[in-house]
């Protein structure tokens, strides 16, 4: 069983900027891919970057290429989400996930554990 706690979620600004942290415990973390996904009010959760095991392959949503970069410290068993010149429509619940076998999936239900989500507004 792997538990996921994600921080660092919060108000900001247009053209701030966020980072997101989340913390795994329970597996191998090293040996897992991770996903953020995030979901806004009436809209389907989207996967926003996915990073392999060893963080030599990333993907990125066309909406945040360039905006974000997500990174993972396998020693802290933690991924990052580090969000730059945040626009409204990146408002949503940001969650991060996890899936077993190492690779980048792109669809949430590829995903094996998820965390509780964290708030990110972005006023306008």
């Known amino acids: 069983q792997v538990q996921l706690v994600e921080s660092g979620g919060g108000l900001v600004q247009a053209g701030g900027s966020l980072r997101l942290s989340c913390a795994a415990s329970?597996?191998?973390?090293?040996?897992?891919?991770m996903g953020w996904f995030r979901q806004a009010p009436g809209k389907e959760r989207e996967l926003v970057a996915a990073?392999?095991?060893?963080?030599?392959?990333?993907y990125y949503a066309d909406s945040v290429k360039g905006r974000f970069i997500i990174s993972r410290d396998n020693a802290k068993n933690t991924v990052y989400l580090q969000m730059n010149s945040l626009k409204p429509e990146d408002t949503a619940v940001y969650y991060c996930?996890?899936?077993?076998?190492?690779?980048?999936?792109?669809?949430?239900?590829?995903?094996?554990?998820w965390g509780q989500g964290t708030q990110v507004t972005v006023s306008s």
């Open positions: 329970g597996g191998t973390f090293s040996t897992y891919g």
């Open positions: 996930a996890t899936e077993l076998d190492g690779s980048i999936w792109y669809r949430w239900d590829e995903y094996d554990y």
């Open positions: 990073i392999n095991w060893s963080g030599g392959r990333t």
